[in-house]
């Protein structure tokens, strides 16, 4: 039996035992994660894999395929060859090849189809976007779950809300907002509105922490005259809410020690960022940063702290408007952005000028089946690699559990396009991996951890040029929302964006009166397409939604990138639907 760590994009990075028929079960000892593997590991063999690879759709062995991408390196300019890597896997690893197109003077994609608009923004504010694990929420009275539905993506936060006042902000009515004490059915795109609101009545009712302003925050002033400088009816407008609905959450968290997890959905706008510092600045106006069961927890930076050999200087192109027409070689790993990127329309139209895609991943997807060249990738159990977590602090090993002749794993394809182009070689693996964890962790009763959570984040101050939290005064709102229906995104249980298993019907909310499996058509700026409906008692009026990664999801979402972040804004559109005949 051995031991080992979930690659894959999400909070929880669940340690794992592999037993040694092969299969997969929790590791009960570990202090998160506590044995419980999602429905993706429970499943993980079950999963098709790309098994050989391929050149323009006939399988060719593994030494063909290295000798056909080399040829085609050399076959087009550097500045006109690409790479775009996605998040299917999130080992450290798997930023290797960032080293070889650097040497190579190409290009690689830069930005994010997640959450680095709000990460943008927390760092503007905080210096630093720390992890609130769940080891910190369960000391919490009130928990406000803001965009964020752990039961389906951060499960391992569930034990840590048992007991707690428990606060949803959501348009969705999901599983945690009906077991919520409060659920706020906010407007789409309502919540930097609503976190000014809250922090105007928060004043007026003398409910700031002084001391925590005056002592550890800068801007004040300035923000207060942002928060008091609109009417108060413009903003209970946006949040679609009611002067009541807020008068009750402020009586619940009032003298409280409260914990806010906020998701990515809340920062999926232009402005994006200064959704997330808004709600941190409402966190602050009442103190809540760097004490026991309090703080604003998001995604966090996994890597804060550690020193990685693969950040390189290279020449980048924003990833969420990437326009794969401007390329001759596109090499795409762990992605799949005919399904994942917005304006689906655009994308097939660009990839399809580009004279070489190569695709290197684990499965089969919409971006494999146009690809020119394919590689099959190793997998997590297959090869060597460290995870460091986005939502606790413990860093997981991720040693070698298993063989496979079929694939080629990211760090030894580096090696061997280096060593063809006569560019420096990597150290040993397992050396570069050492000097990960060397370079910022720490142990804690036998296990490894980040440094930076030996104590509660931000007791010590913020990372801000001045050490203090610094307030947000002004935003730009650019969304244009002339239309009749807004279009959510979000995750659902049995996939994980287009991995897994996918879930194609468009939600529509009960009062249209339509019926399981009657066709539709949505219509916005960007484009059209005929969908599959599913009524559900669960939306506003005003919502739609179709789950990240259902079929067509992106044929309407606006091939644009937030104001900070360089992340795609899937939520800033609203849509006509029209029955079909």
Not at 125 to 135: D, E, T, V, W, Y
Not at 141 to 153: A, E, Y
Not at 245 to 258: E, P, R
Not at 260 to 269: A, D, P, R, S
Request: hydrophobic content about 35%.
């Amino acid at each position: 039996m051995q031991k080992t760590t979930c690659p894959l994009d999400c909070f929880d990075g669940c340690s794992i035992l592999v037993n040694e028929d092969g299969s997969l079960r929790g590791d009960k000892a570990h202090p998160i994660t506590q044995g419980y593997l999602c429905h993706h590991l429970n499943h993980y063999a079950s999963w098709e894999r790309i098994e050989k690879p391929r050149f323009h759709g006939q399988e060719i062995s593994m030494e063909e395929a290295l000798n056909i991408l080399v040829e085609q390196f050399k076959s087009y300019e550097p500045s006109r060859t690409l790479l775009f890597k996605g998040s299917g896997n999130l080992g450290v690893m798997q930023s290797v090849t960032k080293r070889f197109f650097a040497e190579h003077n190409a290009v690689i994609a830069s930005g994010s189809l997640c959450d680095e608009a709000g990460d943008a923004g927390i760092v503007e504010g905080r210096g630093a976007n720390l992890a609130l694990s769940p080891l910190h929420v369960k000391d919490a009275d009130v928990v406000i779950l803001w965009g964020r539905n752990p039961s389906v993506t951060n499960s391992h936060m569930l034990p840590a809300l048992k007991g707690k006042t428990l606060i949803v902000i959501d348009p969705v009515k999901t599983d945690s907002a009906k077991k919520a004490d409060v659920h706020l059915q906010i407007k789409p795109a309502g919540d930097l509105y609503l976190a000014l609101l809250l922090s105007r009545i928060v004043h007026m009712e003398g409910l700031e922490d002084e001391a925590f302003i005056k002592n550890h925050t800068t801007n004040y002033p300035f923000f207060l005259k942002l928060i008091c400088g609109t009417p108060m009816k413009a903003l209970i407008d946006k949040t679609g809410l009611s002067l009541d609905d807020l008068a009750l959450v402020l009586s619940l968290i009032k003298g409280k020690k409260v914990s806010i997890l906020v998701g990515i959905g809340v920062q999926k706008y232009g402005f994006g960022h200064s959704v997330l510092r808004a709600i941190d600045a409402f966190a602050a106006m009442l103190g809540l940063f760097g004490k026991e069961g309090c703080g604003v927890g998001y995604l966090s930076n996994s890597g804060f702290g550690f020193s990685t050999p693969f950040k390189v200087k290279a020449k980048t192109e924003k990833l969420p408007t990437c326009d794969f027409s401007k390329y001759d070689l596109v090499f795409i790993q762990g992605a799949n952005p005919l399904s994942q990127m917005p304006s689906t329309p655009s994308v097939e139209a660009n990839l399809e000028k580009a004279s070489c895609v190569v695709y290197f991943g684990l499965h089969e997807n919409e971006t494999s089946k146009r690809a020119h060249l394919v590689l099959p990738a190793l997998s997590f159990l297959e090869k060597e690699d460290v995870k460091l977590s986005y939502g606790h602090e413990f860093i997981g090993r991720m040693p070698k559990c298993q063989d496979n002749a079929n694939g080629i794993s990211e760090y030894a394809l580096t090696q061997y396009l280096l060593n063809a182009f006569g560019y420096e070689c990597l150290e040993e693996e397992t050396t570069l991996l050492e000097r990960v964890i060397a370079s910022h962790c720490a142990k804690k009763e036998g296990w490894l951890i980040s440094k930076t959570y030996e104590s509660i984040p931000y007791a010590n101050g913020f990372y801000t040029p001045s050490k203090k939290f610094e307030f947000l005064d002004e935003f730009e709102d650019t969304f244009d929302d002339e239309g009749e229906f807004y279009l959510l995104a979000s995750k659902q249980n049995l996939g994980l964006n287009s991995q897994f298993v996918r879930d194609n019907y468009l939600y529509v909310p009960l009062s249209l009166g339509l019926k399981k499996d009657e066709k539709v058509t949505l219509k916005s700026p960007y484009g059209r397409c005929e969908y599959t409906v599913m009524p559900n008692e669960r939306l506003r009026d005003d919502c739609l939604l179709l789950y990240s990664g259902a079929k067509n999801a992106n044929r309407l979402t606006p091939p644009k990138i937030s104001q900070e972040g360089n992340c795609a804004i899937y939520q800033e559109l609203k849509v006509f639907l029209e029955r079909c005949p």
